[in-house]
């Protein structure tokens, strides 16, 4: 018989079942009781009775003496202890019975289960990847979105084009004007650079003007000493005549 010891607690600590038997010896102990049909400890076994009784029939069959009415009496007791030995049999059957088409329909139940699980999670990453994809739509829909706000917030065709033009015809102006802004710089570079050339020509013919005025001043001056030698040497004569 299987004896389970009582739950013990202690300061909320989680209940645990101690058992008398192991796993192995309950079973042990199991089939033993559906072998013999003893369902408690207490009494005589079923098969033991029946053993008994049918000892005691082939016992007195095998008298001599004139016992038929005993050896009836015998006889029927066994097959009534037999009939009671049987019954508790075809109830097993039938529990066994029931329990094996209880195990199919649980396997098929299983089986549909695991089925179900497969395609749920089959679903289930369909559903990720629609999931994904939902995402992704949105995650469009979200930048078309800004950019119709953007081109909204922006003026019309019409003045764009507009301002394009009036700055096209702005850039076409300044660079006309960069244009002859460089012209009249290319021209004022080549006056300075002729006026340099004036000018150091004009230095060129001061300074030879400037030479040739000091070169006549001093063959001026050395013909007013010769002059003056000339008139020295005149009075000296007259003075000695």
Not at 199 to 224: C, F, G, H, P
Request: hydrophobic share 35%; proline share 2%.
């Amino acid at each position: 018989m299987l004896i389970k010891g009582r739950k013990v607690t202690s300061r909320g600590e989680e209940m645990t079942a101690h058992y008398a038997f192991s796993p192995l010896e309950d079973d042990t102990i199991i089939k033993h009781r559906l072998l013999t049909r003893t369902t408690t400890t207490r009494g005589e076994p079923p098969l033991k009775k029946l053993q008994k009784k049918f000892i005691s029939f082939a016992l007195e069959v095998d008298k001599d003496s004139d016992n038929y009415s005993d050896c009836e009496r015998l006889y029927k007791a066994f097959l009534q202890e037999m009939n009671t030995f049987e019954l508790p049999l075809l109830k097993s059957k039938a529990v066994i019975d029931a329990n094996l088409r209880e195990k199919e329909n649980f396997n098929e139940l299983q089986e549909e289960i695991r089925r179900q699980i497969l395609q749920t999670q089959a679903d289930i990453e369909d559903l990720k990847k629609q999931l994904e994809e939902s995402k992704i739509e949105r995650q469009h829909k979200e930048e078309c979105e800004a950019i119709r706000r953007l081109i909204a917030m922006q003026p019309p065709r019409s003045e764009t084009q507009k301002i394009i033009s009036d700055l096209e015809k702005e850039i076409a102006s300044l660079e006309a004007e960069n244009t002859a802004g460089s012209r009249t710089l290319e021209l004022r570079k080549k006056q300075f650079a002729l006026l340099l050339h004036v000018v150091d020509e004009l230095q060129n013919t001061i300074e030879e003007e400037q030479k040739s005025l000091a070169e006549e001043l001093r063959t001026a001056m050395e013909e007013q000493k010769i002059n003056l030698e000339d008139v020295s040497g005149g009075s000296e004569a007259m003075a000695v005549d």
